[in-house]
């Protein structure tokens, strides 16, 4: 049988493969199963087929994909380095069709990686997938940028944020563009505020090594949020291809700067503190094991932008991402204006109506004032629901099956990664050089008192 697409694994021994990936492709091949995929593994591990075959196997049973795993055209496990050019030549040359890399190691190996493919030939229309973090900040970003053009057109580099894939991020679209009642009024002349917040139960759950380094601004803010900000503030594009959406969301990023100019009164730091959530028990965050307290990193961050257009001037921009809070809790919430005019004889406060979007349970709030069932001259507050749905495939899946396509409309464009950091760049400068606090929470709480309470 012959294979659509090599996707070949870096890393395959890894825990992002058997967590996230194989199982996002168990449910692609289940969803999508005219798919024809040869799914090879590599990794620094002396793993044989056989127990590469059953690690696929597994990850798909586990995750509920059970019969996907003879969709596959065949898979094969090789013992490589891949940051050595010799292995990354032989790696390349054993392809069926057009060849997908994904590369599922820590970034300073894709890194080293990416700078050892720079002297092996590369098949034509090859797909290079990357993990977040893109780079440390936008120098280190640039340099990446800079080794990829080497290897292969920037329309075949996917630099992954499986936010993009979550059905809600895109929700947003429709909702905003299919709509005459929306697509008219969003700019700053209707809208006084959005805020996009992703509030976590979870701790560090053990990823001291990357997590201690990074610090939710870089984990979340630079690179998740950001993006959901670009999607929905973007002009209308033609269409949602490629070229037309990217080329709008990057534009946003360009003319995002942090509120006032000034990173220090924009931003918001905080490490959770032992506290208990529902029936956890978390420690300290500077006491879990690999943290270095000393490094002062952050566990929930608040940053306010602005996007310095004609059409949001004026208008925070409030990303606020956190863990070892009480409750998960994504949303996108818009605020709109109040009216210019009550009429005389409504009785009560007309605040702005608010759009209200989940990100997972999908679903979205319009909240509007109506008049009262009791006094029909006294305005209330009333809201209008809809479940949105899963979308049929989970975020990696729909990340997984733009990378087998080669369609890259959900992957961040390089330009979009350097922006990220250059926005964010001066706010870690100003939380290095001690200009804001790093404030303190109880695991379970709800962030340190003080912090503006979040529509
Ligand atoms: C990842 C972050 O990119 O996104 C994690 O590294 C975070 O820290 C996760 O927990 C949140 O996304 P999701 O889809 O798992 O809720």
Not at 113 to 120: D, P
Not at 271 to 276: E, I, Q, S, V
């Amino acid at each position: 049988m012959s294979a659509e697409t090599t996707l070949l694994i870096l890393g395959a021994s890894g825990d992002l493969t058997s967590r996230l990936l194989l199982p996002a492709l168990g449910q692609l091949l289940t969803l999508e199963p005219h798919r024809r995929i040869r799914l090879r593994g590599a990794g620094i591990d002396d793993w044989d087929d056989a127990h590469w075959r059953e690690t696929v196997r597994r990850s798909f049973e586990s995750a509920g994909f059970a019969a996907a795993f003879d969709a596959i055209a065949e898979t094969t496990y090789q013992r490589a380095d891949i940051t050595d050019p010799g292995d990354l030549a032989r790696l390349l040359s054993d392809r069926d069709g057009r060849l997908a890399l994904y590369f599922a190691v820590p970034p300073a190996v894709t890194k080293a990686a990416c700078e050892a493919l720079v002297g092996v030939e590369i098949p034509e229309g090859t797909v290079l997938a990357l993990e977040k973090p893109f780079g440390v900040d936008e120098v280190t970003a640039r340099a990446l940028n800079a080794t990829l053009e080497r290897l292969v057109p920037e329309a075949q580099v996917f630099r992954i944020d499986h936010f993009l894939g979550r059905s809600t991020t895109l929700n947003l679209l429709g909702v905003r563009f299919a709509n005459r009642i929306f697509a008219p009024v969003w700019s700053a002349q209707h809208i006084e505020s959005v805020v996009i917040r992703y509030d976590e139960t979870l701790g560090l759950e053990g990823r001291a090594g990357y997590y201690d380094r990074a610090g939710a601004l870089a984990d979340m803010i630079q690179s998740h949020l950001l993006q959901v900000m670009a999607i929905l503030a973007m002009e209308p594009p033609a269409t949602l291809h490629e070229r037309d959406f990217r080329d709008a969301t990057s534009a946003v990023l360009r003319a995002t700067h942090v509120w006032g100019g000034d990173p220090a009164t924009a931003s918001r730091r905080a490490r959770y503190t032992a506290g208990t959530i529902g029936e956890r028990q978390l420690p300290s965050y500077a006491d879990e094991p690999g943290v270095d307290a000393a490094r002062q990193t952050e566990t929930l961050a608040e940053l306010v932008c602005e996007v310095r257009n004609e059409r949001w001037r004026g208008v925070p921009f409030t990303l606020r991402s956190g863990k070892a809070l009480p409750e998960k809790k994504g949303e996108v919430v818009v605020t709109f204006r109040r009216v210019n005019h009550v009429p005389e004889g409504l009785v009560g406060q007309a605040p702005g109506s608010v759009l209200r979007f989940s990100l997972g349970p999908d679903h979205m709030d319009l909240e509007l004032n109506v008049n009262g069932g009791d006094d029909p001259f006294e305005l209330e507050r009333a809201t209008i629901g809809a479940d949105l749905g899963e979308g049929a495939l989970k975020a990696y899946g729909e990340v997984l099956s733009g990378i087998l396509d080669a369609d890259a409309t959900l992957a961040v464009r390089g330009d979009a990664a350097e922006e990220s950091w250059r926005i964010v760049d001066p706010v870690l400068a100003a939380w290095r050089a001690g200009e804001v606090p790093l404030e303190e929470y109880p695991a379970g709480s709800l962030g340190p008192e003080g912090w503006p309470v979040l529509p």
